[in-house]
């Protein structure tokens, strides 16, 4: 096994090595989204401005003899609010791809991320479905492991595979989701999936696992679909089981819908976090909200959402994608009104 690991990570590195080459091309990008909040955690409430996955972004490319490429992201949080970030914090790596796919390594999204991220209708907005499939009911998620599920992996190698009849295949691997080197690969992490696309449909199915500790070893399988039902009805869905974590096993799943008019959209999602092994630990998260498009860089939103918990569990309603959350207190309903605004660049 340790042979196949060390494999991974050097066709990673070997893939990387240059070659005759073409100048690069580089592109500067980014997106400022921000939002001003009321936020409620069932006994009071404030308000509040978020930045919200704001990011500065670099890109280039290469192209290379025999029909290869070559590229490298380098993409940071922006805390507009607050004024301050984290160099290369976000999804950062450098790969090679052709017609056998690609490889990349650095840090970014698991596929078991990537699936929730094609189906939340409020991604990075208050209502995110990583409310529920990454935040605790009891105060310390997945105990001392840290958030396991939809994060960013440290120390990454992925391979995904080219298109073929619609299909990609994509396999992550993380030796030590942590800094620093390593001798035992404590806190390793294997994330994959399956997913067609065409036009109008997308399913995906993956499976994620990741050696903890407290004799925890945390495992999601997720499905995640969406359909347009016609050009401006868009119909989504995603059921995700957990198990080996805190509390014992848990499944989270819900639908949700966008509807387009002209330069509106409007849409609403509703997502179920069944009780694990403890009783009235379960929460459910309804949001609603309307975009106005102002070109294809510029967005404005409203949006309203609430999460209800049963009598032990704590889920919040402004997690997920967002740097300004408010925790829920145990019991209590969570609630949040939010305008926001998104220029991307």
Known sequence: MKTIKFGLVAAAVLASLAVPA????????????LSLDSLDNGDEDGTNVSSNSSRLGFKASTKLEGGLEAFVQIEQNIRFDEGSGNWASRDSFV????????????????????????????????????????????GDTNANIGNVFDERYK?????????????????????????????????????MSV?????????????????GQNDLD????????????????RLAGMYQNASDVPGGDRNVYGI????????????????????????NTGANMFVVG?????????????AYGV???????????????????????TGENAAGLSLGIQYSF
């Open 307 to 329: 999460t209800s918990n049963d009598d032990s569990a704590n889920y919040r309603v402004s997690a997920g994608g967002r740097d300004t959350q408010l925790s829920t207190i």
């Open 256 to 279: 949700g819908a966008s509807y387009k008019m002209g330069a509106y959209t409007l849409r609403s999602q509703y997502y179920v976090a069944g009780d694990n092994d403890t009783d």
């Open 195 to 211: 997913g067609y696309e065409v036009k109008g449909f997308y399913a995906a199915i993956a499976y994620e696992t990741f050696e």
């Open 95 to 138: 790969g090679i791809k052709g017609d056998f796919g690609q490889v990349r390594a650095g840090q970014f999204d698991t596929p078991l991320k990537a699936v929730r991220s094609k189906v939340d209708m409020f991604g990075d907005r208050i209502g995110d479905i990583r409310n529920l499939t990454r935040t605790s009911t009891s």
């Open 22 to 33: 073409m100048a690069a091309d580089v592109t500067i990008y980014g997106r400022a989204h």
């Open 218 to 233: 945390p495992s999601a399988v997720r499905v995640g679909v969406f359909y347009d039902i016609t050009d401006a009805f």
């Open 155 to 191: 120390n990454g190698v992925h391979y995904r595979s080219p298109s073929m009849n619609n299909f990609t295949f994509d396999l992550h691997y993380t030796p030590h989701n942590n800094t620093g080197a390593t001798v035992d690969n404590v806190q390793e992490s294997y994330s």
């Open 290 to 302: 309307a975009d106005r498009n102002f070109g294809k860089d510029l967005l404005m939103y409203i």
